[in-house]
């Protein structure tokens, strides 16, 4: 049984910063990568930055040198650190960590997403 559970969405000016947590209830943390997703109305669910356990980075093009995706192994938390925000991040932000389960192959797991909304 897993449990993704992101926090930190919300309203905030262009230019303005937000950190979103995603607190994961999955014993196997630590050795799993993490991301990022973003969705938009009428636009396709994107990768924003993910992290491995190793802790080597990807980010998108878009969100280069404004976002930073970390990880705290002890508390089972994935955080994206947005900066300079623009209104093309709105979006509602899913958190995604991926375990391989030995019968199943690579399993992705899904949080139920939070809202970020950025104004011009």
């Known amino acids: 049984q897993v449990q993704l559970v992101e926090s930190g969405g919300g309203l905030v000016q262009a230019g303005g910063s937000l950190r979103l947590s995603c607190a994961a209830s999955?014993?196997?943390?630590?050795?799993?990568?993490v991301g990022w997703y973003r969705q938009a109305p009428g636009n396709q669910r994107e990768l924003v930055a993910r992290?491995?356990?190793?802790?080597?980075?990807n980010y998108a093009d878009s969100v280069k040198g404004r976002f930073t995706i970390s990880r705290d192994n002890a508390k089972n938390t994935v955080y994206l650190q947005m900066n300079s925000l623009k209104p093309e991040d709105t979006a509602v932000y899913y958190c995604n960590v991926q375990r391989f389960e030995w019968l199943s192959g690579t399993v992705d797991y899904w949080g139920k997403g939070t809202q970020v909304t950025v104004s011009s």
């Open positions: 992290i491995s356990s190793s802790d080597s980075t």
């Open positions: 999955i014993s196997t943390f630590s050795r799993n990568a």
